[in-house]
């Protein structure tokens, strides 16, 4: 899961260094916008719908907080 994330993040901004970040937002790997593209990726790479109300900073600081959010969703299957 963590591969596909890393890969989806890279598709997005491949000179991001996300594995250096812990804060992607405040080290500005991701804006808003990064965030609505990755939200659709990872819907269909996971086959899941994240839900608006999730869609949140803390969800998307590094790639922990997204493993944790698809999991979430996995599970909820």
Do not use: A
Request: no cysteine; charged share 25%.
């Amino acid at each position: 899961m963590e591969k596909i994330i890393l890969d989806t993040l890279l598709e997005i901004r491949p000179e991001g260094e996300f594995l250096k970040s812990e804060n992607f937002i405040l080290d500005g790997l991701l804006d808003s916008f990064d965030m609505v593209i990755l939200v659709s990726d990872l819907d269909k790479k996971f086959h899941i719908s994240i839900e608006g109300i999730d869609i949140v900073v803390n969800n998307f600081t590094n790639i922990k907080s997204i493993k944790t959010l698809i999991s979430n969703y996995v599970q909820s299957k």
